[in-house]
């Protein structure tokens, strides 16, 4: 009889268990995290044959409820640190799309009124007269740089052809006056043939073609690591992952292990496997930020575009220049192809110029620093995470979750000194002789993304640039994978039937226009910042997108 006793005491205290009592802290940590109702808790130890995961060979303070509430709160638990760990980088791009958005608006602003501020003081009353085209081309340009797919070759051609009738009747001819508007528009359709402006359409649409694509595909690589990062926050865990989270997180609870935390090497197994998909971002996520880096280094000269479009005055001066000094063969073409000009009524003109009395100037606030000032900031910052994807299985166990060296931890069935199997490598393929977490292989969704990504790096790097006004048009967050995630849906997430199917579930992106930034989180290691809500992946302006920036350039350009 003593005998038994004696090893029925070597048993409970094997397994956490010196008393009954030690249930009780179970039960009070299962309710201070809201894992469940206290009710799932037995009163006392039971046997544990009926569990799936945390199973031992002796009395367990866990039921299978317990267990099932136990995955849950270790899949939360995983998903919440993702968010948190990222929740700086994030802030860091959504902050900056915003800022290079805000940039691009002073800056239209600010180049529309040095525009026509030049054209009043060289060329006094025309300028009136062009203040529309003026505005429409600014206006042209704003919707190319957020992503329209505007001819930006087209858009110059209209203005100049709507600059050529004054210009023609005040300069070239000077004593014409106010031609009707039917010869009006002829001598503008003249302006293809004619050329009164020399090589400047040309010269002018080039440059903002060329500037312009590098501030779109800007813009657009910042979106897609946006899109990135949401989609690495969401990813949906695989059965083997998460019944591996439940055993180095909650297992040890079922024996009455509260305190202890896993290992350091039981740790990086665990994780490595889990996000081992996300480890195979690494590679494309340190080019993404060395492309990004090539791209700010090129866009000076010809495809600075704040040097661009603070220069259409001087290139606009240039142009009606070169129309006057040619005056003889414009007048002598222009007749050629119009006839003789038509004076518009006496009453109509006198109505207009009434209307006419002020050039309305666009309220520019300064912008402070200049785009290429702001790049060059946001770049140093993100350099900072160039190895966010390759480093953060071992950032979360090295900062959140293992326990610190010569401590006594969980290896996933007792607690013990250290850990003695294999640690195996970040990635996909490393995982094939991981002892805790079975890698089926590729995850879809993480392909996805990297396929994107290398679009986006092309694009970056000066390749597959398209034609003059257009670019082709990564769409982020969009088709049939919106909101998809990876990894397998079973029983155990309350899914409806089981097996390994792809779930639809909606993401919050960043608004291209009005990123929503909340709630701080900080992250240890990585600089803290606020926690950045995403909507709206979408890079392409199409449906609803076009409306909202229509609106918002439409407000911009006729603000008084």
Not at 243 to 265: D, N
Request: aromatic share 6%.
């Amino acid at each position: 009889m003593w005998t038994s006793s004696i090893f029925l005491l070597a048993c409970f205290a094997g397994f956490g268990f010196g008393n009954t009592q030690k249930c009780d802290e179970v039960r009070k940590v299962f309710q201070l995290r809201q894992i469940g109702p206290n009710q799932l808790l037995p009163l006392s130890p039971r046997p544990g044959s009926d569990l799936q995961v945390c199973k031992s060979k002796g009395p367990t303070c866990c039921t299978k409820k317990m267990e099932e509430r136990y995955q849950m709160a270790a899949r939360r638990d995983i998903q919440n640190l993702l968010q948190t760990s990222s929740s700086s980088l994030k802030f860091l791009i959504a902050r900056n799309v915003a800022a290079f958005q805000d940039s691009f608006e002073v800056l239209l602003r600010q180049a529309e009124n040095r525009t026509m501020a030049s054209l009043q003081e060289s060329y006094g009353n025309m300028a009136v007269q062009v203040q529309d085209p003026v505005q429409e081309l600014f206006t042209d340009i704003g919707l190319f740089l957020l992503g329209s797919e505007l001819n930006v070759e087209e858009a110059v051609q209209r203005f100049f052809q709507a600059l050529f009738p004054p210009v023609y009747s005040r300069l070239v001819s000077p004593g014409l006056g106010d031609v009707s508007e039917g010869y009006a528009e002829c001598v503008g359709s003249s302006a293809r043939e004619v050329r009164p402006f020399g090589a400047a359409p040309g010269l002018l649409a080039d440059q903002i073609a060329r500037s312009g694509v590098s501030g779109k595909v800007l813009l657009q690589a910042l979106h897609l690591g946006i899109e990135v990062i949401n989609t690495t926050d969401h990813l949906m865990l695989s059965r083997e992952c998460r019944r591996a989270l439940l055993k180095m997180q909650y297992c040890p609870h079922c024996q009455g292990v509260t305190q202890s935390k896993p290992c350091m090497g039981y740790c990086l197994n665990v994780m490595r496997g889990c996000l081992a998909s996300m480890a195979d971002i690494d590679v494309h996520w340190r080019d993404f930020v060395r492309s990004l880096e090539g791209l700010s280094a090129r866009m000076h000269g010809p495809q600075d575009l704040e040097q661009v479009l603070l220069g259409v005055h001087t290139l606009l001066h240039d142009a009606v220049g070169h129309a006057r000094r040619n005056g003889p063969r414009v007048s002598a073409q222009v007749h050629q192809m119009c006839g003789l000009p038509s004076r518009k009524d006496v009453k109509t003109v006198s109505i207009q110029h009434s209307r006419r009395e002020t050039i309305r100037l666009k309220t520019a606030t300064t912008s402070g620093d200049s785009l290429a000032v702001r790049r060059s900031d946001f770049l140093n910052s993100l350099r900072l995470y160039r190895t966010y994807y390759g480093g953060l299985a071992d950032q979360l166990c090295v900062s959140e979750l293992a326990s610190d060296d010569g401590l006594s931890c969980w290896n996933g069935t007792n607690i013990v000194k250290s850990y003695t199997l294999r640690v195996v490598g970040n990635g996909v393929k490393a995982q094939a002789a991981n002892p805790e977490v079975k890698v089926r292989g590729d995850d879809a969704v993480i392909q996805q993304i990297i396929d994107k990504l290398k679009h986006i790096n092309q694009l970056l790097q000066g390749k597959s640039i398209p034609k003059l006004g257009t670019l082709d048009q990564i769409e982020t967050g969009s088709g049939d994978v919106e909101g998809r995630y990876s990894g397998d849906c079973d029983d155990e997430d309350g899914c409806d039937g089981s097996g390994g199917g792809g779930v639809k579930k909606n993401i919050q992106r960043v608004s291209k226009l009005n990123p929503d930034v909340s709630s701080d989180h900080n992250h240890h290691h990585y600089p803290s910042a606020k926690e950045v809500t995403v909507t709206s992946g979408g890079v392409g302006l199409t449906g609803s997108a076009v409306v909202v920036v229509t609106t918002w350039l439409h407000a911009l350009f006729l603000a008084p």
